[in-house]
């Protein structure tokens, strides 16, 4: 025990020495020095693998972050009475003022290569045809939308080891300086311990709520690289539409220059009137219109998926495909409603959320229980030599849950908002099942009308435009007749791959619906069972 005493005093006697030695730096801390300018360095960039991609929806291709990203001027510690604090002593403001931070202009810094940047402009030239599948998987792994959900999962899933840690143990000391100067007493000093314990229960709950928060993250990232795929289609789909109907006009304007110089030679001929020759001027002065608005278009479209891909918005893209057909008829309805209610993602988020509520729910009537606090010490107060053995000590402190008020108001509030997620969770069941339906409907109208074009309409525009020509060059059909049969022929030719388009775009809408692909056949495989509404417990 006169060991223990021994330690005990050389141990307060260091923590005093300690303690006024950190005095006195802090004291010698006030005058700041111009010099101290410290840079904050940029964390390190570690590379993705595409093990990370698969596991984890990890988005590769991370801007850099400059090096320069701040500049902060902190003070430092420069013991009284030495060199370079002359500008610090010549002004007592400068003295006392707190640490300066020096505002600096945040750009994107220069890299020597495309991946640095994060940015590559040479991202399809090796293509010759652009996909949509392609574009799909490029989008999801290059948008930085996609990489902030990622990076927010990331950060929610390292909560759970901060919920179930305990707190950190508290170490408490006491002195009576006097005491080690007397010569009546001896050194009176304390020297103690203690760690928090909660409830038996409060720590899994809080991990539990923790770990379905992190999840509900995770089904975040899903849903939106879903609608990162549909909004990437959408644009190709664009894309695809304006590119045919530049062609297309291309033709028409070739086929109006023919009828042109036709009537040009009917009229030289004295055969038709002077209109028709004016009329076709006219015909192709609206056909070079449309070019220029159709070249607008194309660089909107480009633009558009430039963005999604995180490039520059006038970067060159390859051509899409030179046709697109329909699909075949898609699977019955009630398939379609039993996938979306097995994959979408953010069902699955709404129901990791129910979990995290029932956990706070549960947290919430932990409370009603006391928390400990064990702790332990050496206390040299008043006690002589010939008391040792009565220095040492062990103890609980504990608090007293006596205003159950405010506890029974957080349980409620946790009830109702457990409530309030299970009503979201059905009005979402709801939402997925009308927008099921309604992307069914629309699909099946698309497909029917792409057949009607390609079937019946295009066939007879064409025959109606070679009689029509045939006649007005044989001097039986006026030139106003082939105008009006070649401005329905274009107009059909437009309407026809603008169905193909919107059958694309109304099939994209459906997969992001259903929460993936559509399948390949109406099949007999068995449709993995819907999301129930987890189950309501007693409250």
Known sequence: MRNFDRYGRVAAEAFLCLALLAGCRSANTRAPSATSATRVPA??????????????????????????????????????????????????????????????????????????????????????????????????????????????????????????????????????????????????????????????????????????????????????????????????????????????????????????????????????PENDLLQAELELADAQRKQFELERMDGTSKARINTLLHRDPGAALPPPPAALHAGDEPPPVEELRALAMARRPDLAALAARIRAERAALALAYKDFYPDLELFARYDSFWQPDSQRDLRSQVGMNMNVPLYRDRRRAAAREAMFNLSRRRAEYEQRVDDVNQEVQAAYEQLRESRRAVELYSSLSLPRAEQNVGAARAGYEAGQEDFLRLVFAQRQFISLRDKYQEAIANYHRRRAELERVIGGPLPIEPSGEPIPPGRRLPHRRAN
């Not at 600096?104 to 599948?133: C, K």
């Not at 300086?177 to 809080?206: D, E, H, M, T």
């Open 43 to 272: 964390p390190p960039q570690a590379p993705s693998t595409g093990s990370e991609r698969s596991n984890a929806g990890e988005l590769s291709g991370a801007t850099s972050i400059p090096q320069s990203a701040a500049r902060i001027v902190t003070p430092s510690c420069v013991p009284p009475g030495t060199s370079g604090t002359t500008s610090a002593t010549t002004d007592t403001r400068q003295s006392t003022a707190p640490p300066r931070i020096q505002p600096v202009v945040h750009r994107r810094a220069a890299a020597t290569s495309s991946a640095e940047a994060g940015i590559d402009p040479d991202l399809y030239f090796d293509q010759p045809v652009l996909s949509a599948d392609e574009l799909v998987g490029q989008v999801l792994l290059r948008n930085r939308t996609a990489q902030a959900m990622v990076a927010t999962w990331r950060a929610a899933s390292q909560r759970y080891p901060q919920a179930v840690s305990l707190e950190d143990p508290m170490f408490n000391s006491m002195f009576a300086p006097a005491s080690f100067a007397s010569n009546q007493v001896q050194p009176a000093y304390i020297l103690g311990a203690s760690q928090k314990i909660p409830w038996r229960g409060k720590r899994p709950l809080r991990g539990e709520q923790a770990q379905a928060e992190a999840a509900g993250a995770l089904q975040d990232v899903e849903d939106v690289k879903l609608q990162l795929a549909e909004a990437a289609r959408l644009a190709f789909y664009d894309y695809y539409l304006v590119r045919r109907q530049l062609a297309l006009n291309a033709e028409n304007m070739a086929r109006l220059v023919e009828f042109r110089d036709t009537a040009r030679q009917r009229y030289e001929a004295n055969l038709a």
